[in-house]
């Protein structure tokens, strides 16, 4: 019996009960609302953390007044408060009787009556609440509100026009506010939000709920689609956008992906070194890239990190051509080649290391590669989260941070090396 178990079974009925319906005592962090002045409190995290118990927590306690709600109960006449979820199926089945819907996180004293046929609950002291669906804009055309619960935003129907008819009705009261509770996908209203100056922004993780989840459930899918897009957009809750004038879109890695390869005729270990070695540096890009007799290209490590000192990063990556059996160590002439080549002589003299010369700039040698992802001809083998973030924010102007896209300019010269060398030589091998 853990001690979560022990502490539980201490307590008296009263005790658990006082429990039970005192949220702030145990909520999450990212379950209890910002402090300070807010139109819009967006909480975006993954399936499971919680998002919709803080959801009905807030409603209620805006509702019946409890302090740490961020504002007082509301008044006598601007006590309106809108339910908005995707359907109103949905806004019955999660926002209002879910488990962990707005009818039963009440004390039954305190539980508001509900009307089904009018799309309405009504709280003892007069607050009501009244649901909307995405997929009927229009509906929101003439009520005036005091307070808002947006669920599921990002997969609403008419996104745009629902949010927007919500704003000209949020008009009551000294401080009219809204909750936003979505698990992450890119959609303009979403990114509109996230913007704007009056918006709050709490993030979770399914993990961070794991204690209220099945212990199955988290491992399953963790183990299917842990450091996949589609896991950390719904299990970390991150909102994972391609940029608009990005050479490389995130789906050409998630069509692109597989657990393994084998029988590779040529690997390569690409280096693009760091300048100086500090954490606040450039990485060091270490990526490894195999080719198969079909003339297909696989990227099977990324190694970069940063802060690396030359010895450190060459030890890293001569580690990296021995597991992986490789034909050569490639780096770039322009920028630190001979140095690479002494500090990789110095540790390993029997590692070969090939010089490639760049007469182009990084935007330009990267679009060829590009347009090999984009004719599905290279694969990941396995996930590279952090080298498919930088892919992504690649574009003409570089990177949105302004940093050098070591990562990316590392993928760039090991395939170039593979694939659009002509004078290669392969010979079969298994991996």
């Not at 973030?389 to 993928?411: H, Q, V, W, Y």
Request: aromatic share 8%; net charge neutral.
């Amino acid at each position: 019996m853990g001690k979560t178990e022990v502490f539980l079974n201490s307590l008296t009925r009263q005790q658990l009960r006082f429990l039970q319906h005192e949220w702030s005592a145990f909520a999450h962090p990212h379950q209890l609302p910002p402090k300070g002045q807010w139109h819009t409190w967006l909480i975006m995290g993954g399936r499971g953390c919680g998002k919709t118990r803080a959801g009905a927590e807030w409603v209620r306690a805006l509702a019946t007044g409890k302090p740490w709600a961020g504002q007082p109960e509301l008044p006598a006449g601007a006590g309106q408060i809108a339910l908005v979820g995707q359907t109103y199926h949905d806004v019955r089945e999660v926002m209002v009787e879910g488990v962990s819907g707005v009818m039963n996180i009440h004390p039954r004293h305190e539980r508001p009556a509900w009307s089904s046929s009018r799309r309405r609950l009504e709280w003892p002291n007069g607050v009501v609440a009244r649901c909307f669906s995405s997929e009927d804009p229009e509906a929101l055309r003439g009520p005036q509100f005091a307070v808002a619960w947006c669920d599921e935003l990002a997969k609403w129907r008419y996104a745009q026009e629902t949010y927007d008819m919500l704003q000209f009705g949020l008009r009551l009261g000294e401080c009219p506010r809204q909750l936003v509770t979505t698990t992450p996908r890119v959609v303009p209203v979403l990114k509109r939000i996230l913007a704007e100056e009056t918006t709050m922004t709490t993030r979770a993780s399914t993990m961070t709920n794991a204690g209220f989840l099945a212990p199955g459930f988290l491992e399953g899918m963790m183990r299917r689609y842990g450091g996949t897009r589609l896991g950390r957009q719904e299990l970390d809750g991150e909102l994972i956008a391609d940029r608009e004038d990005g050479l490389f879109l995130r789906k050409w890695f998630e069509l692109g992906r597989i657990p393994e390869v084998s029988n590779l005729l040529r690997i390569v270990i690409a280096i693009d070194p760091p300048a100086t070695a500090t954490d606040r540096s450039d990485a060091c890009g270490i990526v490894a890239a195999g080719l198969d007799e079909a003339g297909t290209g696989y990227i099977l490590r990324d190694r970069s990190k940063r802060g690396l000192r030359p010895r450190e990063w060459a030890q890293r990556a001569i580690d990296l051509y021995h597991e992986l059996q490789a034909d050569c160590v490639v780096a770039e002439a322009n920028q630190g080649g001979e140095m690479v080549r002494e500090v990789m002589a110095r540790a390993d003299p029997a590692v070969p290391v090939k010089l490639v010369h760049a007469t182009r700039s990084k935007r330009r040698r990267a679009e060829p590669v590009a347009l090999l992802y984009e004719q599905g001809r290279v694969y990941h083998v396995g996930q590279y989260p952090e080298l498919e973030d930088e892919m992504a924010d690649f574009a003409p102007t570089g990177l949105s941070s302004g940093r050098s896209p070591d990562r990316l300019d590392a993928l760039v010269w090991a395939l170039s090396e593979l694939m659009l060398n002509q004078s290669t030589r392969p010979r079969l091998r298994a991996l």
